[in-house]
Each structure stands twice: as C-alpha cells, then as structure tokens.
C-alpha cells in the first residue's frame, strides 16, 4: 500500500465567517469522520494541491498527521467528498473518512492506458468507455489507479472488466462483460468492407434473377 503524508491543525472554529478566515490564510477546512465520530481541522492548501495535483482521488490513502490536541495524532484516512469554488475551481472543503486496515473499502478508481494500440498504428481511435471503476480492497489493496496496457489491442477488439488483473482482496464491482477500452475501426474501413460485399451480393442476385422458371 502505497501512502502519502499530510499535516492537519485541529480548528477551534467553525461557520461560514470561520472557514472564510481559513481560506484567506492559505489553509482548507476538512472533516475527519468514521463511525459517528469526526473532528474539524485545516489542512496546508499548499501541500494538498501538490499531494492531488489537480486530480483528487478516493483512492488514495493518506498519513494524515494532526496536531492541536487530536485524540488521535496519527490516522490514515482517504478523501471521501470535496467541494470546489464554483467560478475558481479551488477546493473549498474536505471530507476525511479514516480507514480501518482490517475493513474493506468499496471507492472508485481512475482507469488509465499506456502505449500505443496495434489498432491506432493500423488508423483506429482509441476509445477509454470506463474513465474509472468501482472497486473493493483492503486499504492495504488498494490501488491509485488502474492502469491497461493496450499495446497489443487490435482494431474492433476491446478489453472487458473481466480481462482486468486482479490481487489480494481486490474486485471489480462492475459487470465483468463491461468493455473498458476498446479500438474503433475507421469509418473509411467500414466502408471499403461493405463496398468489397456489395458486388458479391449483386452477382448473387443477379443469378438468381437468370434461373430458368420451372
């Protein structure tokens, strides 16, 4: 399981006048909560943004360090829900929710390729259906994303959920026959397909039309 590490302040504070406050001084207010308890703290805006760089995850699980008088100083929590500014896009709140190892975690992952298809080198596209999957793991599982190679992907072929590899306590909770990534073939293929049937067909007719009547 591969984590990252992020410091919190408990806040003493709370409110929309508070939170403004907060954000003015270069911090985001969050909530750290799990099984009907929570916590409200800031966390360096800074350090979030180069942690997420733009793309902010569910999973990812942080080492989130909190001071102030935390009942608990160290914790390992994911980011369950955000809010952005509307106009500006920065990131306005933070839900927390702390991870138990022992439990396993239903979040959603980014789907990601690598290389070049077979298929786009032949003239197809390259279309990613899934840009991300619901998965269960283990926090100790649990992946950042889940990357496909598609370097040996044919034209008209795709790749399904069920063709993903899977480890440990890892499952992919969408229809195994969900196709992910697939390589479309160009319109001009299609069209020299059907235009290589159409004088078969014709001739085929044409005999038909020349059968002697009985």
């Known amino acids: 399981m591969k984590t990252h590490r992020l410091t919190a302040q408990i806040r003493k ?10 954000r003015r001084s270069g911090f985001i207010p969050a909530i750290i909560y799990t099984h009907g308890k929570s916590e409200v703290v800031q966390v ?9 760089k733009g793309s902010i995850s569910e999973s990812v699980v942080i080492d989130l360090e909190v001071s102030g008088g935390s009942a608990e100083p160290e914790q390992k929590v994911i980011v369950k829900d ?3 500014n509307p106009v500006t896009d920065e990131v306005t709140h933070l839900d927390f929710y702390k991870v138990d190892l022992s439990q396993k975690l239903q979040t959603v ?10 298929g786009e ?10 840009r991300e999957l ?5 926090p100790a599982d649990l992946p950042e994303k889940i990357e496909i190679d598609v370097t040996n992907l044919d034209l008209g072929h795709s790749i399904y959920v ?22 479309l073939i160009p319109k001009a ?8 049937e159409a004088p078969a067909e014709a001739k085929a007719e044409g005999e038909v039309k020349e059968k002697p009547e009985e």
């Open 189 to 196: 293929v299609q069209e020299e397909e059907v235009s290589e």
């Open 82 to 84: 955000y809010q952005l």
């Open 44 to 52: 360096p805006k800074r350090d979030f943004v180069k942690l997420f």
């Open 13 to 22: 504070e709370t409110g929309k006048n508070a939170c403004s406050r907060i």
């Open 121 to 130: 080198r032949m003239g197809g596209m390259l279309d990613v259906i899934e």
């Open 134 to 138: 619901q998965i269960e793991a283990l």
């Open 109 to 118: 992952v980014p789907v990601m390729t690598t290389g070049t298809s077979k």
């Open 162 to 183: 069920k063709d993903l590899p899977v480890s440990g306590s890892l499952r992919f909770l969408a229809d195994p026959d969900r196709i992910v990534v697939t390589v």
